[in-house]
């Protein structure tokens, strides 16, 4: 599943189309296509790993799920979900849920969850984060109303990062170290995109889908971890599993 910044390189990519009226629309989302038709794009931006196409009285919701994928000026073999052409180019999406919301977008977001959106707010999400004692730190940083954007990949490095297991429930966790976690989050994502926009992303992890601990030199532990039941790869020499 495509992370914030992946969807942030894919805005950044598609900005162009801003402005543009939609001359054709096909696929087989079961929207009304037909009503996407002679619309002007008012705007492209994201929510964490939610792609969205804005116009005067809706916008598109895409999120690409675990296989979906885009085509910019060109097409896959397959007939798309989505595909709109403008005067300057195509877009295509494939595998992926495509929804229509009614109104003004600004009313579905709170934009200061996104850690990569210029509204962030370090303090609402150790607000959000204080108010759920009993999560695991592994859940809490996949929960999107709190970290949007941040998926497993983003997860495990923070928490590498930052030197706390897992495991660790967020009320345990010193509020110096929930600090750190919180500001990793955001500056990991960012370094993630550039990462990727430049193809060394993989050469960057430290623990995800490692074997060997880079700092101890021991075995990195593999294990689905917290109700979300995700993959965390960690060293239980180096990072703390913190008690009351």
């Known amino acids: 599943m495509p992370e914030g910044p992946s969807i942030v390189i894919l805005r950044e990519e598609t900005i162009q189309f801003v402005g543009k009226k939609v001359l054709a629309v096909e696929g087989n989302a079961k929207i009304d296509l037909e009503r996407i038709h002679g ?38 073999d397959l007939k798309p979900r989505l595909s709109l052409t403008m005067k300057n180019g195509e877009l295509n ?11 003004d977008v600004n009313q579905y977001y709170e934009w200061s ?24 730190i592994c859940d ?8 949007s954007g941040v998926g497993n990949i983003i997860k495990n490095e923070v928490l590498y990062r930052t030197r706390v297991h897992p495991e660790t429930r967020v ?8 600090d750190e976690i919180i500001r990793e989050a955001r500056n ?7 990462w990727k926009k430049n193809y ?12 060997i601990c880079k700092r101890c030199d021991l075995p990195i532990t ?6 979300k039941n995700r993959r965390s790869f960690f060293c239980i020499n180096c990072q703390q599993l913190y008690h009351e």
């Open 39 to 76: 619309q002007i794009i008012t705007a492209i931006t994201n929510w964490g790993k939610q792609y969205l196409i804005c116009f005067k009285e809706f916008t598109i919701r895409i999120h690409l799920l675990m296989w979906g994928s885009y085509r910019i000026n060109e097409r896959k």
């Open 93 to 103: 999406f494939y595998s992926c849920s495509v929804k229509l919301l009614e109104g």
């Open 113 to 136: 969850a996104d850690v990569m959106n210029d509204h962030w707010s370090p303090q609402k999400a150790k607000q959000k984060l204080e108010a759920k004692p009993d999560r695991m």
């Open 140 to 147: 809490a940083l996949l929960e999107q109303e709190i970290f």
């Open 171 to 178: 009320g345990d966790i010193p509020t110096s170290k929930l």
């Open 188 to 194: 990991y994502s960012f370094e993630f995109m550039e």
């Open 200 to 211: 060394e992303l993989k050469k960057h992890w430290l623990v995800y889908n490692h074997k």
């Open 222 to 227: 593999r294990k689905h971890t917290g109700v």
